[in-house]
């Protein structure tokens, strides 16, 4: 509750700032921004990307809101997860996108030990408010997550699907079919792989053919019949190129990993928050899925694509 109204709040005061028309920030920043804080008409701001397709898109459309709110943005991309999050923290980066239940796994391991229990679930709300004070006492601000959300997502070739009548996970697990599933090696022991398939949805595994994360490898696999399953993601749009059919996570087994801004809170504005939380109520997991495959597929740089498509939803002119 706390945080939408303050997002409100924000949007509000953006709105007035706006319609004044002035450069000047008429608050004298005394809204504990901190030294990292400027006005909205100048001020710099550095966005990073984790090295990565979507990543990258998703920095480009914060970095694009952002240059329209009166920043400029510098872009960088930060490949190692705790160089960014060491970034963050001391607001060498400014702003970086993340997802949910991962990133509350992420800084509770940090806060916590490395043995800590998972606070992430299946329930967005519940991992948001697991995250939310683990980012505040690291002084990180969480924003509005968007409906987009990347999961592990697993394939089945289309004829499979229709020789064995299967719809969702638990069609399989129903149809006492033994598979080979087509994933990278770690699968054998996460809990949203092999162990979770197994225990949520009565899959029969007998190996894991080590051909990675929905790669064009793994996808190929389970066309041709070397795999019967396939790890692949949520917002991958190439898989029906290779005649795969997703099956529905019907139980809930994976987390809610949707997209989310973290802020550096001393960079933090009431500008900043409005330009981000534009983008959480319109961005879909389809939406990302066809974004990646412009930039994966049809070769189309991040940046353009990610202009483009903020151009056609009017967030920008």
Known sequence: ?????????????????????????????SSGAGAGATTSAGGSLTVADAGFTESKIL????????????????????????????????????????????????????????????VSSPDLQKSLAAL??????????????????DQNAFAVSKSFATQHNLKALSDLGASGQTVKIAAGPECESRPFCQPGLEKT????????????????????????????????????????????????????????????????????????SAALNKLAPVLTTADLADLNKKVDAQREKPADVAKEYLKGKGLLS
């Open 59 to 118: 920095a480009e459309m914060y970095a694009a809101v952002l240059a329209k709110a009166g920043y400029k943005v510098d872009r960088t991309s930060v490949q190692q997860t705790e160089l960014a999050q060491s970034s963050l923290e001391k607001g060498t980066v400014d702003a970086m996108p993340q997802y949910v239940a991962t990133y509350a796994d992420l800084l509770n391991s940090k806060v916590h030990g490395p043995d800590a229990a998972s």
């Open 201 to 272: 949805y009565g899959i029969k595994i007998s190996e894991i053919v080590k051909t990675g994360v929905d790669t064009p490898q793994t996808k190929a696999a389970v066309k041709d019949g070397t795999a019967q399953l396939g790890l692949v993601l949520t917002t991958d749009a190439t898989v029906t190129d290779y005649d795969l059919v997703v099956l529905t996570d019907d139980k809930k087994l994976q987390n809610a990993d949707n997209l989310v801004p973290i802020v550096n809170t001393k960079s933090l504005t009431p500008q900043i």
């Open 1 to 29: 509750m706390h945080h939408r109204a303050l997002a409100g709040l924000a949007a509000l005061v953006a709105l007035a700032l706006t319609a004044a028309a002035c450069g000047s920030d008429s608050d004298g920043g």
């Open 132 to 149: 939310r004070p683990l980012a505040t006492g690291l002084g990180l601000s969480v924003l509005d997550p968007a409906d987009a959300v």
